[in-house]
């Protein structure tokens, strides 16, 4: 089998400034094949989202090697990777990030819009086939606020499988969920897997979910490791701060691109589409900022 993901030798360092620097990972060697369902687990502050950033495009290596369904991105414009992320990659955040005021049906048609590959006709036809893959039939017309927790996050599992991309990366995709809906998205991904063949690459800090996978990456310290970490304590509260602080960052930067590919699509949606999925993108592009000043201001 295949691979579809190859990392080789991969390093992300942060310069803060003032000669401060953090290594994010430090020298990861992973190849993920095709159709695999695999979990990454570790500690806060291990690397882990980082590392579903490099697979997913979303950010560059220091240094190393990143090829994704044969191709090497590692050094791509922006431009190119926004094809190839729209193109081979699925996302699925833990906030869902649903445009608040489109509804079901029309959050998973976007990806399809931006593609350009096939008709309205055939755009509305796969998103109600998508929908109903994961349950949500009855939910078309409903927006997000009108739907629980666990129903966001099934249209966000429809809407990254728009595409049909290579790989569908999830970044603690059960965290704002109770933990019965949290099974039932795990399982449902599972089930995607198995009956469609999709590769899945989940982080999560949760080992009854990682353990529905059948292969599991440990990390600790920016590299992956050949055993779980084994901890003496429980993070500290400055440390969950600190990855949720990345987190938010990481999802800043997703909504920051997507508002650039809405824009980079304006000519070819309708005026209200457009509109409608513009405020989306920046009511929830202000909430995360309000949340990210908060987080600082804690920090202080």
Known sequence: MSNVVELRNVVKTYDLGGAIKVDALRGINLNVERGEFMSIMGPSGCGKSTLLNIIGGLDSPTSGQVIIDGIDITHMSER????IRREKIG??????????????????????????????????ERAIELLRLVGLEHRLHHRPNQMSGGEQQRVAIARALANEPSIILADEPT?????????????????LNETLGQTFIIVTHDPDIAHISKRIIYMLDGQVIPEPPRLTMN????????????????????????IKNLEAKKMKL????????????KKRLEMLKKALQEEYKGRR
Do not use: C
């Open 80 to 83: 190119d990777l926004a094809h």
């Open 91 to 124: 996302f699925v955040f833990q906030f869902f990030n649903l445009v608040p005021l489109l509804t079901a049906l029309e959050n998973v048609q976007i990806p399809m819009i931006f593609a350009g590959r096939y008709s309205n006709a055939e755009i509305k």
């Open 175 to 191: 965290g704002n969920v109770d933990r019965e809906t949290g099974l039932k998205i795990i399982h449902l991904m599972k089930n």
């Open 235 to 258: 993070p500290s509260s400055s440390i969950l701060a600190e990855e949720r602080r990345k987190m938010l960052l990481s999802e800043l930067k997703w909504l920051e691109v997507s």
């Open 270 to 281: 309708n005026k209200e589409s457009y509109l409608q999925a513009k405020l989306g993108y």
